[in-house]
């Protein structure tokens, strides 16, 4: 009951993140995905698959570590009783990403007119991502979840003109549209202007190194669809998918949870918290590692009978690894959200080369033997490699604070 009321505005905003995240996992992975898995070919559905893995990528290193970055930054900047930079970074880094997109999508050989509106829909994207993360800072989790159901919304309108027009392009386009009106009413991007502050050069720096590392983790969340095409081709990329987005619904739990981990870590004062903090989060990744690889299993396979019973067969043997390395992948996200804030951010980025490093030596050579089962066997040992070099941190992070 004590830990309940100690607890109880932490359990609610974590709650509320859940439904909000859970929402935006409805709308793109149990709705938009398997539908369009029945419809369309493994090409087409592969092109789609690809295309979000980009989106993922840039959006996360973006607009998301932008938000990322205002939650650890907030304090210096209410200190100095200052506000601005954001909406100016995220103008600023909006070409950028226009001039490193548009040409990918090109070598993918998408259309001239279809990679402009890919580009927007990421654009867009990116708004929508740094919004949520305002969110969480002002801990408004409500707009969250209705940003969200902007989003079902706007996938539910861009399925049914599918179904009549069938264009790729509209697929992604008109939920993020629908969801991004929303986040610049809601947000304070229009009102913050594009004003710049005396904090921006240690901002930018901050988002840089964060950027590095959310470059590198997602590199090697998305990577695999990139190899596993040119190896096993579109109907590989499709089963392989299939499983591993499967696994996505455990992450209705983590990631709202290391949200959440993340804008109260950045709030907490003293030693002596921050040595709470470490601490309960060393003692729970063992629970963290064995309840989600024994929950995923099951409720991956129930799920594939239902959404993805096309791919069932081919799919099968790559539930126990794949459910496993989502086990440590789970830790690995709550692990980084603490070490964003007391951990020396290159060591972050050393820890993601070594992981980068394994992974790819290991998929290159199970994968070559052994298939897409080796492939993810691979993707299995280099998180574990990852989860110990994050322990390593977390535990000479703590020692350093009691010296």
């Known amino acids: 009951m004590n830990f309940l009321k100690k607890y109880k505005v932490f359990i609610s905003d974590m709650f509320l993140n859940m439904v909000g995240f859970?929402?935006?996992?409805?709308?793109?992975?149990?709705?938009?995905?398997?539908?369009?898995?029945?419809?369309?070919?493994?090409n087409i559905y592969s092109n789609i698959v690809l295309?979000?893995?980009?989106?993922?990528?840039?959006?996360?290193?973006?607009?998301?570590?932008?938000?990322?970055?205002?939650?650890?930054?907030?304090?210096?900047?209410?200190?100095?009783?200052?506000?601005?930079d954001f909406t100016r970074i995220l103008v600023?880094?909006?070409?950028?990403?226009?001039?490193?997109?548009?040409?990918?999508?090109?070598?993918?050989?998408?259309?001239?007119?279809?990679?402009?509106?890919?580009?927007?829909?990421?654009?867009?994207?990116?708004?929508?991502?740094?919004?949520?993360?305002?969110?969480?800072?002002?801990?408004?989790?409500?707009?969250?979840?209705?940003?969200?159901?902007?989003?079902?919304?706007?996938?539910?309108?861009?399925?049914?003109?599918?179904?009549f027009y069938k264009n790729i392009y509209?697929?992604?386009?008109?939920?993020?549209?629908?969801?991004t009106i929303y986040a610049l009413k809601k947000s304070d991007l229009i009102g913050m202007k594009l004003q710049k502050t005396v904090e921006m050069l240690n901002t930018v720096k901050k988002f840089f190194k964060?950027?590095?590392?959310?470059?590198?983790?997602?590199?090697?969340?998305?990577?695999?669809?990139?190899?596993?095409?040119?190896?096993?081709?579109?109907?590989?990329?499709?089963?392989?998918?299939?499983?591993?987005?499967?696994?996505?619904?455990?992450?209705?739990?983590?990631?709202?949870?290391?949200?959440?981990?993340?804008?109260?870590?950045?709030?907490?004062?003293?030693?002596?918290s921050k040595n709470k903090i470490i601490k309960m989060t060393i003692l729970a990744n063992i629970p963290v590692i064995l309840i989600v690889a024994i929950l995923t299993a099951p409720l991956t396979y129930i799920a594939l009978k239902i959404l993805y019973n096309q791919y069932l067969q081919e799919a099968l043997i790559l539930i126990i690894p794949i459910s496993i390395a989502s086990g440590f992948g789970t830790a690995v996200t709550l692990i980084k959200s603490v070490l964003l804030?007391?951990?020396?951010?290159?060591?972050?980025?050393?820890?993601?080369?070594?992981?980068?490093?394994?992974?790819?030596?290991?998929?290159?050579?199970?994968s070559k033997n052994y298939g897409l089962m080796g492939f993810a066997f691979a993707n299995l040992v280099s998180k574990a490699v990852l989860w110990i070099s994050f322990i390593i941190l977390l535990t000479r992070t703590k020692k350093e604070e009691t010296v």
């Open 22 to 42: 859970g929402i935006y996992i409805i709308a793109q992975q149990i709705l938009l995905l398997p539908i369009l898995a029945k419809i369309v070919d493994d």
């Open 210 to 272: 964060l950027g590095v590392v959310s470059l590198l983790t997602n590199l090697m969340n998305y990577f695999d669809k990139f190899l596993i095409y040119p190896m096993f081709g579109a109907a590989s990329v499709a089963a392989y998918y299939a499983v591993n987005s499967m696994t996505k619904i455990t992450s209705l739990i983590t990631n709202p949870m290391s949200s959440v981990i993340l804008s109260w870590v950045s709030n907490s004062k003293g030693e002596n």
């Open 92 to 163: 600023l880094i909006s070409p950028i990403i226009a001039v490193i997109a548009f040409p990918i999508f090109i070598y993918l050989k998408y259309s001239v007119v279809g990679s402009i509106f890919l580009v927007l829909t990421i654009l867009m994207a990116n708004i929508r991502l740094y919004a949520t993360c305002y969110y969480r800072l002002e801990q408004k989790y409500l707009k969250v979840i209705l940003q969200n159901v902007c989003y079902l919304v706007g996938i539910i309108i861009s399925l049914s003109l599918f179904y």
């Open 341 to 366: 804030k007391f951990s020396d951010t290159n060591k972050l980025v050393v820890s993601y080369v070594i992981y980068m490093i394994i992974f790819m030596i290991c998929g290159y050579t199970l």
């Open 170 to 179: 509209l697929l992604l386009l008109i939920p993020e549209l629908i969801s």
């Open 51 to 84: 295309y979000i893995s980009i989106l993922n990528v840039i959006c996360n290193v973006t607009g998301g570590e932008l938000g990322n970055v205002r939650l650890i930054r907030d304090s210096e900047y209410k200190n100095k009783k200052i506000i601005g």
